[in-house]
Structure formats: structure tokens, C-alpha cells
């Protein structure tokens, strides 16, 4: 449970969406605060209100109609057309408590969507607009992929980019366009950042999909496209355990270095921040830094069956953040990072 108020103490929205935030996620609540001030709090709303979005997805004792049902009513609230406390009171009572679906902190921020909701209305037009947008991409989105989800797997890897898309890369999009309305500086690349901010997203969200390949099968979800195995020889419904194939693990490789390669895009698009918003650039190299170091570890232990045995160590971790912090403003030293941590990586053209 996360740390409540002292008592007697008033709060305010501001103050819970600090806090929250630390409860629901610590790697956002460690990554956020390196923002520019006017910065971080429209993006810890903006991860709040996605954070929202996604435990109406995770919630397992909602069924797909349900699930559209309040993923409408959600979008309609951020939108301002539909009170937050109706909302919070009609899906509060059907979320579960538990290590497969919500938590207690995911519960409090449910029950607090009415004190989330009001910081969002309280921001620039530009930012309410940009997180209107990514909430309802993303909602329906993940509804959608969610509903067809099988141990089957996605189709092919137009189909995983499209799931990646609406998931991580209109999260891309939506920091994208915040940075450049902190940044006349950063607006005069917008075109090329939205586009590599969708790339960026992908190799994040491809990062997680390998990672947590045998966590998701627990739940009969894959987001494996099944085309590539099929290339490989291998066939995804036919997955376990006990799976000890090559095949499997050529698939696997191939979206080694399809991830990778998106990664590269990432790097791409943290150098285009100026070098002197080495906040902002920490904010976006910290998250690529932990997803090559994940690549890594995928890579050389390609037989891994859980999430726990290709996880970075707590000690890698601060020394990442060390580092990243200390080169942040130096382009030439984070190539030369990047291409030494990934040289042992696959490569591909596919995207």
C-alpha cells in the first residue's frame, strides 16, 4: 500500500498525483521529476489517465462489453463530457483486488479520477487536446486487440506494429507534441519527432512484448506475430514451457533486431532535443538505456521462460540512470554508447 497523508492534512490534486504516482509506478515517478517544471505535471497526468485506461483493460471481471462500455464513458470524461464521479462510482465497485488485475493503488486512482481529471482540464489547450487524443486511441485501441487476443498470436508484423501503435506510439506522439509546445526550439523539428516517436514507442512496447512473452501466455494472450515464427518454421499455437526449439528461437532473434532497430530511432529522436534540455533527454534516455540492457539480457538467454530471469538488476539500474545522467548532453558519447551495447544485437531491414 502506498504512504496516505499525514493526518489532518488537506491534499491537493496536485500533491495526490505526486503521490499516486510513486504508488502506481516507481520508474515514472523516478523518470517524470527530470522534466522541466512546467513539464512534469501535464505528463504525470498524462500517465495517470493512461494508467486509468489500462486497468479497465486488466481487469478481469469485466467482459469485452463492459470493457467498451467504460472505455467510452473514460474518453468522454477526459473529453469534459461526462462527470468523473460517475464514472469512478460505476467501475469501482466491479474491480477486482489482486496480483492479476488491480491493486490497491490502482484502486485509489480509480476512486480519485474525479482529482486526476481536474488537473487535466486545468491545461493549455494544446496539452488537453494531445491527451484527449492519445486516451482515446489508446482505449479503443487496446479494447479492440485485446478482444481478438489469442495464443494464436498477432498476424504479421504490420499488425504488431498497429497493436505497438496504439499502446506506446501515440503515447510518442502525445510527449512529442507537449515538447514541442514547451520548446519553439524542439517545434521546429515536430514533423520528423512525430514520426520518430511512433518508431520510438515500438521498440519500447516490442521490448516489453519479449519480455513478458510467457507472463502474457498465462493470461492465453500472445503479441508474437505469428508470420515471423511461420518464416522460422515454428508455430506459436504449439508454444510451452517446454518448448526447446530453434525455430522458436530464429523467430525470436528476428524480433531481436526489429526492436532494435526501432531503438535506433529512439536515440534519433532524444538527440534531436537540445543538448541544453538534458532533463527532457534524461527523461527519454533512461527508458531506451533500460530497454537495450533488456535486448541484451533476451538475446543471450533466448530460452528464458519468465520475465524475472531477462530482468535488469536493481544495481544496473542506477548505474544506467548515473550514466545517462552524466552524458545526457554529450551526442557523441551516446552513439558511441549505444552502438557499443548493441553491436552484438541482430540486425534487420524489416519494420
Known sequence: MMNSPPSGCVESDLEYQNRILIGVSRTFALTIPQLPD?????????????????????????????????????????????PAEQFANELLPLLSLDECSTNPDELDLIENTPRVIRLTHGFTLVQRTALERCVGIMSRGMVEFQENSSLHGLADLPELARYCYVVAGVVGEMLATLFCEYSREIAKNEEVLQELAVSFGQGLQMTNILKDVWEDRKRDMCWLPRSVFADAGFTLSGLSVDTNDRRYERGLIELIGVARNHLENALRFTLLIPRHERGIRRFCLWALAMAVLSLRKIHACPRYRSGSQVKITRRTVKL??????VLAGSDRMLSLLFNLFTRTLPQTRQY
Not at 500517465?47 to 462489453?65: M, P, S
Not at 544506467?320 to 545522467?325: A, D, E, L, S
Request: aromatic share 8%; charged share 25%; proline share 0%.
Open 38 to 82: 512546467v513539464l512534469q505535471d501535464v505528463v504525470g497526468n498524462a500517465y495517470l489517465l493512461c494508467r486509468i485506461a489500462d486497468t479497465i483493460e486488466d481487469e478481469q471481471n469485466l467482459d469485452v462489453e463492459k470493457k467498451y462500455q467504460f472505455t467510452e464513458s473514460f474518453i468522454r470524461v477526459v473529453a469534459g463530457e461526462e
Open 320 to 325: 544506467t540512470v548515473t550514466t545517462m545522467g
